[in-house]
């Protein structure tokens, strides 16, 4: 994972690889990418909504562990959420 990815996106703008083959079924493919950086509460909400929507959500939020992707909602986390978990797992 490069930061590339990172400042793009959750799955929108970064190209579908062999590595995410399940973003193609991604919720947020067709959704600004704005709306997973969040700088409210509401808007946290409103990607957090989107995720629990979302047929790939569990394999969004695997890779966000495994990658440690730092910012953005992945996977219907947030950023606080995941390094919680991180730490659970490690
Ligand atoms: S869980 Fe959320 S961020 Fe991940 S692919 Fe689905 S809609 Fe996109």
Known sequence: MNDLYETLDPVLAAPITDER?????????????????????DGEREAIRICRGCPVQLDCLEFALETKVRFGIWGGATEKERRTLQRHIA
């Open 21 to 41: 083959p399940w973003a193609a079924f991604a919720a947020c493919r067709e959704r600004d990418p704005d709306l997973f950086f969040p700088v409210t509460a």
